[in-house]
């Protein structure tokens, strides 16, 4: 799917929102490897997402597979700049539930494919069938993301308290839904 937003970093580009496919995995793995290192944000740092790219691939094809759950990459030039996530129980009790996730390239931050990317699960999972919430956390501290949340309609649900521990100080989670 092509999304007809433009993003200027000096010059204009087409960002390309694509679904990720298995042979995906190696550029997939070094993406979070880079972003890991530019945000405090993510749940790993710089060189801790450490994947087998043989299971990594088997694991991108067993989500594509799944009518509840997605992975969809935003693309400048054929480059990943951004991925989206949302996975999703396949148990009976719990598949109407998925937990996003979504990181941006540092360079491409706040030029608003972070929005784009989540209007597009979000469209994705009100017409699958089976979504009915989508759920996520983030770090007390990242007013950007939550406020792009709030927007969105996601609501606080809940605070776990100093779950990420950095540089000397404990950092609370705020736990969000959106019911579609």
Do not use: P
């Not at 298995?22 to 749940?43: H, P």
Request: proline content about 0%; charged content about 25%; glycine content about 10%.
């Amino acid at each position: 799917m092509k999304v007809g937003i433009k993003v200027t970093n000096n010059n204009e580009h087409n960002v390309e929102i694509r679904e990720a496919v298995g042979s995906d995995a190696k550029t997939i793995i070094d993406f979070y490897q880079m972003v890991g290192g530019e945000t405090d944000f993510l749940s790993f740092g710089k060189g801790e997402f450490k994947r087998d790219v043989i299971e990594y691939k088997k694991e991108i094809e067993q989500t594509r597979s799944q009518s509840n759950s997605i992975m969809i990459l935003a693309l400048i030039q054929h480059e990943i700049v951004g991925i989206a996530t949302i996975h999703s129980s396949q148990r009976e009790r719990s598949k109407h539930s998925g937990t996003l996730g979504i990181v941006i390239a540092k360079a491409f931050a706040g030029k608003g494919i972070g929005k784009t990317l989540m209007n597009e699960l979000l469209g994705w999972a009100s017409t699958n069938g089976i979504t009915r919430k989508i759920n996520l956390a983030t770090r007390e501290d990242n007013a950007h993301a939550i406020k792009l949340y709030k927007q969105l309609g996601f609501e606080q649900e809940g605070v776990i308290r100093k779950e990420t521990f950095m540089n000397g100080r404990y950092y609370d989670t705020i736990m969000m839904g959106l019911f579609l």
